[in-house]
């Protein structure tokens, strides 16, 4: 359900009109807002737009879309200029003065796109109580906003770039995604629901799929997924016979999206999932953590699933992973190095962590990750992303 609380208003034909407001990204309702339609141009929008200024529209559908792409181009060119002088100014790395760490271009990388974000969020769309769209040549929107926000009595309005992301994940649920880490002859896929990240990166699966599991699984087979998000570690580690498989998580997307995915998979009888912050009471033989892998605040609740603010979740899991291990049992540690090339984090303070944890490193296997990332040489973050490397780290008490 949409959170009544949060009011937007203005005036139209002379009257004050006031009602819902949303924002998953959790941002206020704009100050200043114009009654838009067709007649706009892209030029005088992106000019109000960078003044925050925001257009509620009631002009045709598919024109604020291409409003909206118009907005996209203009936004990048900033992006495009920040990147030119990046690379011109880690190119001259001996004038120390111009010079930029990775960080830096890490904390420009992520100014730019919030300052984009915030000029694209600036269009406007209304819809209705039944989550239909009173605009012209406007889709059917309907399933994919129930999914989002259940039912509703009242008439709302988002930013038209919220709703296209609903739109596409509504699809991305319906379509799943292939994991072939997961067993053939069944279901394959795994369906993500929207506000939850999309196990997109197979190799972090296919560690967890291969790596040999631990002694104490002879004698206590039950293992913990800690952040389940879509379950899908749950149900590799349910397919490879783990017993019981008890998946973790806060947040109540993340809960619905992986217990709709054991349904699916038809691992009800193995697999259970608990809303609980990281650990479930009880101990267990493998302990399984994905946690976000750059120490850096969100934007936005998909965010969360990446940033991890002061690493907060990774200390976390390694400070309470001794006293949830069985005897001979091991917690494995996906974590992507991507934080120790941009100067985020260093080894040694992972390192750090771990043993204030009490806990030994029985060993490690590398991947190195396949994403397009990698290979986008104009992506700001391309050397740190090309150096990138995915762990698997087995850990066990002291």
């Known amino acids: 359900m949409i959170d009544l609380a949060e009011q937007i208003s203005w005036t139209e034909g002379g009257n004050t009109v006031n009602t819902q407001w949303h924002s998953e990204k959790g941002m206020p309702p704009p100050k200043k807002l114009l009654i838009a339609d067709d007649t706009l141009t892209a030029d005088a929008a992106y000019r109000l737009a960078s003044e925050g200024t925001a257009f509620l529209w009631r002009g045709d559908f598919q024109n604020a879309r291409q409003l909206l792409q118009a907005l996209t181009r203009r936004a990048e060119r900033p992006i495009k200029r920040n990147r030119k002088a990046?690379?011109?100014?880690?190119?001259?790395?001996?004038?120390?003065?111009?010079?930029?760490?990775?960080?830096?271009?890490?904390n420009l990388h992520r100014q730019a796109q919030s300052q984009r974000a915030r000029i694209l969020d600036m269009v406007l769309i209304p819809i209705d109580a039944n989550?239909?769209?009173?605009?012209?040549?406007?889709?059917?929107?309907?399933?994919?906003?129930?999914?989002?926000?259940?039912a509703q009595n009242q008439s709302y309005v988002i930013s038209l770039r919220e709703l296209l992301g609903i739109v596409?994940?509504?699809?991305?649920?319906?379509?799943?995604?292939?994991?072939?880490?997961?067993?053939?002859?069944?279901?394959?896929?795994?369906?993500?629901?929207?506000?939850v990240f999309s196990p997109l990166r197979g190799e972090y699966i296919r560690l967890v799929a291969s790596t040999p599991l631990p002694a104490a699984m002879k004698t206590e087979s039950i293992a913990f997924d800690i952040g389940t998000g879509t379950g899908v570690l749950a149900a590799v580690l349910a397919q490879r016979g783990v017993r019981r498989v008890i998946g973790s998580d806060q947040d109540p997307r993340a809960l619905g999206c992986a217990r709709a995915n054991i349904r699916q998979l038809g691992l009800e009888q193995a697999v259970?999932?608990?809303?609980?912050?990281l650990?479930?009471?009880?101990?267990?033989?493998?302990?399984?953590?994905?946690?976000?892998w750059l120490p850096a605040r969100p934007s936005s609740p998909i965010e969360r699933a990446i940033y991890d603010p002061d690493s907060q979740m990774l200390k976390g899991f390694l400070a309470g992973l001794g006293e949830h291990l069985f005897a001979q049992g091991e917690g494995w540690l996906i974590l992507s190095d991507l934080a120790e090339h941009l100067g985020l984090r260093s080894r040694a303070e992972l390192l750090s962590w771990i043993d204030a944890a009490?806990?030994?490193?029985?060993?490690?296997?590398?991947?190195?990750?396949?994403?397009p990332k990698v290979m986008d040489e104009k992506d700001p973050l391309h050397s740190a992303r090309k150096a990138e490397v995915t762990s698997l780290w087995r850990l066990a008490p002291k």
């Open 86 to 106: 990046i690379n011109a100014k880690t190119k001259a790395a001996d004038d120390a003065i111009n010079s930029l760490t990775p960080r830096d271009v890490f």
């Open 272 to 277: 259970e999932i608990v809303s609980t912050n």
């Open 358 to 371: 009490q806990l030994d490193v029985l060993g490690k296997v590398d991947t190195k990750p396949h994403h």
């Open 131 to 150: 989550h239909h769209i009173p605009l012209r040549r406007a889709p059917d929107v309907t399933e994919a906003c129930m999914e989002v926000y259940g």
């Open 279 to 292: 650990y479930p009471s009880g101990k267990a033989s493998l302990i399984v953590c994905n946690p976000p």
């Open 168 to 195: 596409s994940a509504h699809e991305w649920r319906k379509k799943g995604v292939l994991i072939d880490s997961l067993k053939a002859g069944g279901s394959q896929r795994i369906y993500p629901h929207y506000g």
